[in-house]
């Protein structure tokens, strides 16, 4: 029996029992619970609007014509800085309708992920003041624990699933998790803006 063999299987044995114990497998089953219910959310709400409030493509098509491109890449580079305020669905719609979508779509995914490592670097500064540490340190009690216990892993969910990848990325900074790391597992950003963009597109 190859002895590097057993050694790799004995640790991803450690680890699965390890994220079983933690309870990383019923937070990504919770996840997903509300993962889904928010995503149908999403697209019911935009097909309400399309067939009984105004035609999403007319809506669409007036932002493209009233609105430069960077100043719609920037205002979402703001809300993914600070939270997430508006849903990324809509700005997903929009680039479907635009001269380039595949560009302005990654373009869009960029600035998700550009978003989020500004909230890694304010929750590294939140550390520097006392005050909002302390503060933040009980709002965020949950996300923080879990980031130290699962590091990686749940700035992945953060990336690909609907909860507040700022937020996840907030507390990644406040526990001073490895930058390098980060940058890696929140490149997973990108997968989630293709993914969306394939129902998306096709919806409207």
Known sequence: ?????????????LLHQYYSYTGFYSFIKDALKK?????????????????????????????IDNYSDLTIILTFLLSESILGIIPPELFIAWSGK????????????????????FSFFMGKGITKIPAVHE??????????????????????VGALLPIPFAMTSIAAGMIKYKFSNYLLFGALR?????????????LV
């Open 1 to 13: 029996m190859n002895p590097t063999k057993t050694r790799k299987k004995s640790r991803l044995q």
């Open 35 to 63: 993962a889904v219910p928010a995503i149908l959310v999403v697209v019911g709400i935009l097909l309400l609007i399309n067939y009984f409030v105004i035609d999403v493509n007319t809506a669409l098509t007036y932002v």
């Open 98 to 117: 635009t001269a380039t979508p595949l560009i302005s779509l990654t373009l869009l995914a960029t600035m998700s992920y550009v978003g989020g490592i």
């Open 135 to 156: 503060y933040l340190e009980v709002k965020m009690k949950k996300h923080i624990k879990n980031t130290r216990k699962w590091g990686g892993l749940i700035i992945a």
């Open 190 to 202: 990108y997968i989630r803006f293709y993914a969306y963009a394939l129902v998306i597109f096709k």
